[in-house]
């Protein structure tokens, strides 16, 4: 039985906000977003690798129908229903990048990229607004592909393929729809490269559906002679600093074989066939045709392959599988393998903008590409705290002014492991300004807007956040224009005129009168005292 290849794999922000977001919100810097489009070319690469190998599996299993279309029927039939199917899902892929690819001006001329890779508003119109239709479309779709591909197969062979099958959308978790976490504020080159990605799983699960089906046709009489190497990983996608696995195992391998495994360098007996595969190599000497070989531990019949992802790239390897031939000497199954060391994002995305205010609660998105929402923490690094919301969102409460950071953090491989940084600016909320019941900030004033005021209102102006000051305390007095004395200042505690301020508005205040409010006193969010401006009145009639 063939064995499958496994290869590469965010509540929308107040509209009020939604252009300082997509400005300042996301801090996303250039080698992260070159790094995703090198992770996409290197996909983009396996992809046609994938195609042209299930191509030539058509082929081969076409001529076999032909020579015996009674014993290949069942198996043409279904893998033609797999490649319609691959077909269909392929292409709405395509569309999509193709689409988001044309939203972001397209592809530069000389130097590959997409011209706007950073814009991170068009995944989220095309799959996450509109109530998410699009994305819930496309989840349905992936799933809807996935069961259709698993049901072409029975018994033991369907079970396999479905715990192994890499094309399938993961939960989001913390309540999030799948499209929200996956589209939601996400730079249009991490969209794209995560289609390509899908498209990559979607083509490893066609090869193996049809790899299986063809290897059913002769499987009772156990004939190993169209025996090939298969690479099996959980991913090709591997961040910088965790090692990649594989296991290597012979497609269609009989029970009573010991598989041996290798990695090493091919020498000049291993060439590729016309087709883009490796032939099968016999020998009468159990001699590897490597240089340099090492051995592969091997459980169950399958090669446990482990190697290092320290350096950010493409990575490739080379190697076979040895086995005894069914009469006499050996039998050894080239294979090829590799995958894609990238290095850690982390995403950390303000609500509000990417500042963060003394004395306000500073709403946090804290996310890392690939790791679920329930592996992912985040700590505070600077004067202030750092609380986790029902929701699971985070708000940042600095207490001095300064810079500060997130740090982020993800369980990775059972381990935690530091994912990025982000700077942020804590700043004090600015003064607000005084006024007379929120309308009047002085000069001319009748005297029936006089007497019918009632206290002194501080007014935050020309910020975008709700902000609530305190008036503490503050004085008043009057000029009056027939003797041009100031009376003594009135101190009144709280923002409402007592008793005494009433008084001289009411009943002896006129008209070419000047009334003064001065000192006065309020409190901020974050419960420090402050002095703002004085009022001064010209009433008039």
Do not use: C
Not at 119 to 141: P, Q
Not at 175 to 201: I, R
Not at 470 to 491: A, G, Q, W
Request: proline fraction near 4%; aromatic fraction near 8%; charge should be neutral.
């Amino acid at each position: 039985m063939s064995n499958l290849k496994l290869t590469p794999r965010q509540k929308m922000i107040n509209m009020m906000y939604l252009v300082l977001t997509a400005i300042l919100a996301l801090n996303v810097s250039a080698e992260v977003l070159n790094a995703f489009k090198t992770v996409n070319d290197g996909i983009s690469t396996s992809n046609v690798s994938l195609q042209s190998k299930n191509a030539d599996t058509y082929s081969i299993l076409s001529k076999q129908y032909q020579k015996d279309s009674l014993k290949a029927k069942e198996a043409f039939i279904k893998a033609d229903k797999a490649k319609v199917l691959s077909a269909k899902l392929y292409a709405l892929l395509d569309q999509y990048k193709g689409q988001m690819i044309k939203d972001a001006g397209g592809i530069d001329n000389l130097s590959g990229k997409i011209k706007r890779d950073d814009d991170i508003d068009i995944a989220t119109r095309l799959f996450v607004e509109n109530n998410g239709k699009a994305g819930k479309d496309l989840k349905l779709k992936i799933d809807s592909t996935r069961l259709e591909l698993l049901n072409l197969l029975d018994g033991t062979d369907r079970a396999e393929a479905e715990k192994s099958m890499p094309l399938k959308t993961d939960e989001a978790g913390d309540g999030k729809t799948w499209e929200y976490a996956k589209f939601n504020l996400v730079p249009v080159v991490a969209a794209v490269t995560l289609l390509s990605k899908y498209q990559n799983d979607l083509l490893s699960a066609e090869s193996h559906i049809i790899e299986t089906l063809f290897g059913g046709i002769d499987r009772d009489k156990h004939k190993v002679d169209k025996m090939a190497a298969m690479v099996m990983s959980p991913s090709s996608f591997v961040l910088q600093g965790e090692p990649y696995k594989a296991d290597v195992m012979v497609a269609a391998y009989s029970s009573t074989q010991h598989p041996e495994v290798f990695i090493g360098q091919f020498n000049q007996s291993v060439k590729k066939a016309e087709h883009g595969n490796y032939p099968m190599i016999s020998s009468t000497s159990d001699a590897l045709p490597l240089l340099n070989p090492q051995k592969v531990e091997v459980e169950g019949g399958s090669g446990k392959i482990l190697m290092p992802g320290n350096a950010v790239g493409n990575k490739k390897y080379t190697g076979v599988v040895r086995v005894k031939a069914p009469n006499e000497g050996y039998e050894f199954y080239p294979f090829e393998g590799e995958y894609q060391v990238a290095p850690k994002v982390a995403v950390v995305s303000p609500k509000m903008m990417n500042v963060m205010y003394i004395g306000l609660d500073n709403s946090l998105d804290v996310s890392v590409p690939g790791v679920a929402a329930s592996d992912v923490s985040a700590e505070f690094d600077g004067q202030g705290k750092l609380v986790k919301s029902a929701d699971g969102n985070y708000i940042a409460l600095p207490s001095k002014p300064g810079h500060v950071k997130i740090i982020v953090k993800a369980k990775v491989n059972g381990r935690d492991m530091v994912m990025g940084t982000q700077e942020f600016r804590a700043k004090i909320v600015p003064d607000p300004i005084s006024t007379v019941d929120g309308a009047y900030d002085g000069g001319k004033i009748s005297i029936a807007k006089m007497k019918a005021s009632r206290a002194i209102i501080p007014k935050v102006v020309n910020f975008d956040f709700q902000v609530h000051f305190t008036v503490e305390s503050y004085k008043m007095s009057f000029r009056s224009h027939k003797d041009n004395n100031i009376s003594l200042p009135i101190t009144v505690t709280g923002p409402i005129y007592d008793t005494q301020v009433k008084d001289i508005i009411e009943h002896r205040l006129q008209a070419g009168d000047d009334v003064f409010f001065d000192d006065i006193i309020v409190r901020g969010p974050a419960g420090d005292r402050r002095k703002i401006n004085s009022l001064i009145f010209a009433v008039t009639l």
